[in-house]
């Protein structure tokens, strides 16, 4: 059974940092592909980054050269270090793998920037 698990998450001044964690089982980690997500209140849940099971990133424009994606295929765990953040970032933060046919999520962070 998939499961992922995220902390990490709290509250924040802006231009503060935060590294959120994902660690999962069930599956085999290391040949996948693994996600960060966010949703704002009111919004769509929208891509934040995203890494390959070879190491290669991807993320949103508005968190590049602020947010870093990694992952232990050690530990089977994903990370979101956030730098520098501001109050748009502010959100529900959710872990994901799409293996199978299916979306797999955590249960989400919350994360808060105060101003």
């Known amino acids: 059974q998939v ?4 902390s990490g998450g709290g509250l924040v001044q802006a231009g503060g940092s935060l590294r959120l964690s ?3 089982s069930g599956y085999i980690f290391r040949i996948n592909d693994m996600s960060w997500y966010r949703q704002a209140p009111g919004k769509q849940r929208d891509l934040v980054a995203t890494i390959t099971s070879t190491g ?3 993320y949103v424009r508005s968190v590049k050269g602020r947010f870093t994606i990694s992952r232990d295929n050690a530990k089977n765990t ?16 959710y872990c994901n793998t799409f293996r199978g046919g299916v979306n797999y999520w955590g249960q989400g962070t919350q994360v808060t920037v105060s101003s």
Request: charged fraction near 20%.
């Open 3 to 6: 499961q992922l698990v995220e």
């Open 22 to 24: 994902c660690a999962t």
């Open 56 to 58: 290669d990133t991807n």
């Open 78 to 93: 994903v990370y979101l270090q956030m730098n520098s953040l501001k109050p748009e970032d502010t959100a529900v933060y």
